[in-house]
């Protein structure tokens, strides 16, 4: 079985009309904050964000798959003192587009950087925010299960014949709850705050993120030989880990250096690595490397 990862060096919105309709099954992608990373991708203006970010999303919307998820980690930086609205613009403007806004993760970041502001803690989350084009798709929530924890111990242990039948809320909200259903059961699902710490080594990018974070997406929203997309590769994250975990990828950015770096680093031990016939240019020429990875 043949696991296979596509290098376009170039820009973003132009390498992604080379992808086929409906051929992506996971996009998870981290761009450019607004008015960050200028040495690298020239800072986009946060008033100008979102009329930058609409053809990409476009483009993105065409190649997903109807069963398909979009993850986007993305966060406010602060204007004068005020959080930045571009954000939400954005989640309204892509609703427009024809994205269904189906959920929001937070990153909640175990080892986010200190310091102090006079009006303002330090930032220790960021937002995760999952589109999809369709209210039904691909969901493996199984393979994101989490341990019972310590609390099923005592809570557990001798139930009250309230505990044993479905209970309405004593709130009034029209919920109810059978927690004699949680017996003999070891893992339970997990919530949609993500504790991970960010990534401390060098991987010669100004904003990787940890392995685990595609990593728990990856599980949830694929399976073996589907095909993860990120259209903001920077160090690579993305493919590393869905190589590893034998799926096909798919990585755009317009840094030479950053897809040469990725595509060493695509040769694990263990595989075998084949290159295909593809010329590796300057990013003005917007060439695309194609790699085949296989076990």
Request: glycine residues 4%; aromatic residues 12%; contains cysteine.
């Amino acid at each position: 079985m043949e696991i296979t990862t596509d290098i376009y060096l170039g820009d973003s919105m132009e390498q992604l009309k080379q992808l086929q309709d409906n051929s992506v099954d996971l996009i998870v992608t981290s761009p450019p904050y607004a008015d960050q990373r200028k040495n690298t991708y020239g800072g986009i203006h946060h008033d100008k964000y979102v009329k930058w970010f609409l053809p990409v999303s476009e483009q993105l919307l065409r190649v997903l798959r109807p069963t398909g998820t979009f993850i986007l980690n993305i966060k406010e930086k602060v204007v004068k003192g005020e959080r930045s609205t571009y954000v939400i613009e954005l989640i309204l403007e892509m609703r427009k587009q024809g994205w269904l806004w189906t959920e929001e993760f937070i990153w909640h970041k175990k080892n986010c950087y200190p310091g102090k502001w006079p009006n303002r803690f330090r930032d220790a989350w960021e937002r995760l925010l999952q589109f999809n084009k369709n209210r039904k798709f691909n969901m493996y929530q199984e393979e994101v299960m989490v341990p019972m924890g310590e609390w099923a111990n005592s809570r557990l242990k001798n139930l009250s014949e309230t505990d044993k039948i479905r209970d309405t809320s004593k709130a009034g909200s029209g919920f109810g709850k059978n927690i004699s259903n949680w017996l003999d059961r070891d893992k339970a699902y997990p919530t949609n705050v993500l504790l991970m710490a960010t990534e401390c080594n060098n991987k010669n990018h100004s904003a990787a993120f940890p392995e685990e974070l595609p990593e728990w997406f990856i599980k949830l929203f694929t399976k073996e030989k589907d095909t993860v997309l990120d259209p903001f590769m920077g160090s690579g994250t993305t493919l590393i880990v869905s190589s590893r975990m034998r799926r096909n990828s798919i990585g755009i950015d317009i840094v030479p250096e950053y897809c040469e770096m990725v595509r060493k680093k695509l040769k694990p031990a263990e595989l075998y690595l084949f290159e295909r016939e593809a010329a590796y240019e300057k990013a003005e020429n917007e060439s695309s490397c194609e790699y085949t990875l296989q076990r």
